[in-house]
């Protein structure tokens, strides 16, 4: 008999839940504005969880939050434009944010600047895999914090440089969307996108989910740009990930 294809996990409910419950956090100066891409960009979300989720995956890679060029654009973590566009093949309607920065104007797909992150990991993907059902047969890519911050000057505030009194509950609304999305696609291991990434996961699962870690695409890393891909690779192979 034809092995059954495998289940679409049911991580839209999740999804939903997690940004209910972290739009009612607040937050203080530095933080003038936050953006929540689960709620404005949400069919984009939403294709991307229904056509790329799978259960049984071999592992789950998990960013930290949405880059302002990135995910805050299309609702994809990750998620350059040109990469959500013409390889994973969503380009769905992007509404806005309530409140904007003037700098930071979510455009969705009109978006003309790109997320170097995305470029680097969606890019890999699509050199070693060639076809996003290639790829997501074996993974998928989600993120821990689902918001964006930014500061009166427009500039990006990540969720480990909020003060305590902020950071808990919204550690704690994101860690239990974790758990949830972990027993839906259940992955053989976690790998975090970066430390605070591969940080959290432990701290959620402890020695419960192999957790392991691979460097971040950032432009901010004077690793990542002498060449992410390469030491990446060198990461998963160490974690005994075979690589097409």
Known sequence: MPSKPPKTPPLVPIVR???RRVDRLSFAPPVEFVYDPLVYARRSVEAYLERYAREGVEALFLGMN??????????????????????LGIEE??????????KRPILGFACPRSEV????????ARERFGTPARFFRRFFVWNYCPLVFMEESGRNRTPDKLPAA???????????????????????????????????????????????????????????????????????????????
């Not at 309607?93 to 003037?102: A, D, L, Q, S, Y």
């Not at 992150?117 to 890999?124: H, L, T």
Request: glycine share 10%; charged share 25%.
């Open 17 to 19: 839940r997690l940004a």
């Open 66 to 87: 949405p880059g302002p060029f990135g995910m805050a654009q299309t609702g994809v973590p990750f998620g350059e434009v040109a990469a959500v566009r013409d390889w």
């Open 93 to 102: 309607r992007i509404g806005r944010p309530k409140v904007e920065h003037p």
């Open 117 to 124: 992150s995305g470029q680097r990991v969606w890019g890999w």
């Open 166 to 244: 902020e950071r808990e509950p919204l550690y704690e609304a994101c860690d239990e969307a974790l758990r949830d999305v972990v027993a839906a696609v259940r992955p053989e291991r976690l790998i975090g996108v970066g430390a605070f990434a591969q940080k959290r996961a432990r701290e959620v699962f402890g020695d419960d989910l192999d957790v392991g870690v691979v460097l971040h695409p950032s432009p901010a890393s004077p690793l990542a740009n002498q060449g992410w891909a390469p030491r990446a690779e060198e990461q998963l192979r160490e974690m005994g990930i075979r690589l097409p």
